[in-house]
């Protein structure tokens, strides 16, 4: 595992020298779509990039993250706009996103409404599924995208934070790439526990 993390990190910070805020916009632009990318795993190491190599600032990072965020959850509000409840359903699973998955971002949205957008920016699973049923209920758009702009840079911001803290650990900076496991594992754990006490067990709570 530590010699995928590795390599994985090791052709990030090649293709960062090329694509630069492009990539992780990009990226983010994935991750807040139907694609499973997490975030965690891209805005830390740019951070990490950004810091040993100078090419990039902090705030440009925040920046193209945050619009990245926007790009992919707008594609998801439109998609699922078009398409409607029952196409998502029926064929949502085809594309990572089964029938729980829908059902869990609507009651998330049921129950917090229009600033469930903002929140739901803020904690994993529902945060990339929460185009779906805004956009089934043809919420509008441009309350949406404004929602979707501050919790996507809030969260940007907070990933940066974890990445400036990576970068003060000196075993890593130093090259020792297998401590970039340590700081994933720790940030999945994290995020785990946020995830169950936040979204989970309250929903599943409320179906009882």
């Not at 950004?50 to 902090?58: E, F, P």
């Not at 790009?71 to 398409?83: D, I, Q």
């Not at 934070?161 to 790439?177: F, I, P, R, S, T």
Request: glycine share 10%.
């Amino acid at each position: 595992m530590s010699q995928l993390f590795s390599g994985l990190f090791e052709w990030y910070r090649q293709s960062l020298a090329d694509g630069g805020y492009l990539l992780v916009g990009l990226l983010m632009a994935m991750e807040s779509s139907i694609i499973p990318l997490p975030s965690e795993a891209i805005i830390p190491p740019a951070v990490i990039v950004a810091q040993t190599t100078g090419k990039m600032s902090l705030a440009g990072i925040i920046i193209a993250g945050t619009i990245g965020s926007w790009v992919g959850a707008s594609v998801m509000y439109w998609l699922s706009r078009w398409a409607g409840r029952p196409l998502v359903l029926k064929y949502g699973k085809l594309f990572f996103v089964p029938p729980a998955k829908v059902e869990l971002a609507e009651a998330w949205s049921a129950k917090f409404g229009s600033f469930g957008v903002f929140g739901s920016r803020l904690v994993p699973v529902v945060r990339h599924l929460i185009g779906i049923p805004a956009g089934i209920v043809r919420m509008n758009y441009w309350r949406y995208s404004l929602y979707t702009i501050i919790g996507s840079a809030i969260w940007t911001a907070v990933l940066t934070w974890v990445g400036v803290q990576a970068g003060k650990d000196q075993a890593l900076m130093n090259g020792e790439l297998h401590r970039l496991t340590l700081w994933l594992v720790g940030a999945v754990v994290v995020l785990g526990a946020i995830y169950w006490a936040f979204v989970h067990r309250h929903l599943q709570a409320e179906k009882k």
